[in-house]
């Protein structure tokens, strides 16, 4: 099991950055995990902005794609959500996810952060 913890979160206009993090801690590094990050809209689900797997391996959704870049620092045990060319439908409350074999989906992972407030003004 590992526990969570985003950060990094915070008001910003369009056009702009944020770097948000994930720590990690429990008894395995993120280097085994599949380290994925999710946001969620008020009133709609929960979706998928992007993955770093085991390998180093990353995937995005389209509607970040060459926006966000995810990356990892496994001597700090975390990982790192950078967000470029920021827009308001970027607006969300942001999550990290762990799991050994993951990938896209929500479902497939069983460790969760808190969640951080990204809020994009127009």
């Known amino acids: 099991q590992v526990q969570l913890v985003e950060s990094g979160g915070g008001l910003v206009q369009a056009g702009g950055s944020l770097r948000l993090s994930c720590a990690a801690s429990?008894?395995?590094?993120?280097?085994?995990?599949?380290m994925g990050w999710f946001r969620q809209a008020p009133g709609k689900e929960r979706e998928f902005v992007g993955v770093i797997r085991r390998s180093g391996r990353t995937n995005y959704a389209d509607s970040v794609k060459g926006r966000f870049t995810i990356s990892r620092d496994n001597a700090k045990n975390t990982v790192y959500l950078q967000m470029n060319s920021l827009k308001p439908e970027d607006t969300a409350v942001y999550y990290c996810a762990a799991d050994f074999l993951a990938g896209e989906s929500a479902q497939s992972y069983r460790n969760w952060g808190q969640g951080t407030q990204v809020t994009v003004s127009s």
């Open positions: 429990g008894r395995s590094t993120i280097s085994t995990y599949a």
